[in-house]
């Protein structure tokens, strides 16, 4: 199992920046494919980004493709997700998200979440 805790969320201008973080307890991080979602009030949670274990291999959502970068660092059981160019479409409650093996783009693939970090855009 893996807990995870995320940060970095708050309230930006259209075209600032965020760095979202996500720290995972447990001595196993390196073993789950870890991965970015979203959910904005009155829609379903959708994926954002993924990043495999190794940290070799990633994937992004169309529409933040170019403008996001989703990181790991193994040795600090930590995930990032660098936020530029915000929009006020990237506006939602942000979820850390982790499973084992490879990666998938569905929520309901994902047994281990975070609490989630609000992210509020504004033009």
């Known amino acids: 199992q893996v807990q995870l805790v995320e940060s970095g969320g708050g309230s930006v201008q259209a075209g600032d920046s965020l760095r979202l973080s996500c720290a995972a307890s447990g001595r196993t991080f390196s073993s789950y494919y870890m991965a970015w979602f979203r959910q904005a009030p009155g829609n379903e949670r959708e994926f954002v980004s993924g990043?495999?274990?190794?940290?070799?291999?990633?994937s992004y959502a169309d529409s933040v493709k170019g403008r996001f970068t989703i990181s790991r660092d193994n040795a600090k059981n930590t995930l990032h997700l660098q936020m530029n160019s915000l929009k006020p479409e990237d506006t939602a409650v942000y979820y850390c998200a982790g499973r084992p093996y490879g990666g998938r783009s569905a929520p309901e693939d994902y047994p281990y979440w975070g609490q989630g970090t609000q992210v509020t855009v504004s033009s």
């Open positions: 990043i495999s274990r190794s940290g070799t291999t990633t």
